[in-house]
């Protein structure tokens, strides 16, 4: 009986750590996350924003090289040419779950969008708009220079992430990383790379087709 339940519990704690995998299928190409079990309140929100098709048919209407691609704004879906995008949401918010330095904004990370810290001081987090951050590379000097001016200390893998694969530090502590791109790296820089108009939004709409839950 010991063994059994032993095993059974074994099974849920393995189960529990499963992580969600979500495929976003793009006009550019496709996009693998994970998402993080450490934030469950986005998780569960990009899992049932997912399975009720919202990102369907939405852009990437908001793309700086150097920085992230951002999407999920409702009304993008049939927005014409030149239209301002980035106000359309859900009309509900997530409390932050900024685990740090655990998670940081390197390349490749999945993080959710929200107003200003002028309007929203809790730092709450989008119910759809997400942006996963390219960023540029930092040299050692760099880094060590934002620690002496933010009086900050970034630890061993975070220094090792902003050298070797880049991101977007100055962001940290302030946004939400609830994933990150598994594979599909090389279509958010295809992405990253596209002509914008004077509102970063592409000239060229930047469709996400589809996404959809693969593995959980």
Do not use: W
């Not at 992580?19 to 469950?40: A, C, F, M, R, S």
């Not at 359309?88 to 918010?93: C, I, P, Q, V």
């Not at 904004?105 to 709450?124: F, I, Y």
């Amino acid at each position: 009986m010991i063994i059994t339940t032993l095993f059974a519990c074994s099974l849920f704690i393995k189960a529990q750590d499963k992580e969600t995998i979500v495929l976003i299928d793009t006009n550019k190409g496709k996009i693998k996350v994970k998402l993080y079990n450490d934030t469950p309140k986005h998780r569960d929100n990009f899992i049932k924003n997912v399975e009720n098709k919202i990102y369907d048919g939405l852009l990437f209407h908001r793309v700086i090289r150097q920085f992230m691609i951002q999407g999920g704004d409702i009304n993008s879906k049939d927005a014409p040419a030149k239209e301002l995008l980035g106000s359309g949401d859900l009309g509900y918010t997530i409390p932050a779950e900024i685990v740090y330095p655990k998670y940081f904004h390197k390349a490749g990370a999945l993080c959710a969008a929200r107003t200003g810290n002028d309007v929203n001081p809790q730092k709450e987090s989008s119910a759809t708009q997400f942006y996963i951050v390219t960023g540029k590379y930092f040299t050692s000097m760099e880094l060590d220079k934002m620690e002496k001016k933010d009086n900050i200390k970034f630890t061993p893998e975070q220094r090792e992430a902003y050298m070797m694969q880049g991101g977007y530090p100055q962001l940290d502590q302030e946004y939400t990383v609830f994933g990150e791109v598994i594979s599909g790296m090389k279509v958010v820089n295809k992405i990253q790379m596209v002509e914008t108009d004077e509102n970063d939004r592409p000239i060229e709409d930047i469709r996400i087709k589809s996404m959809k839950i693969v593995k959980k």
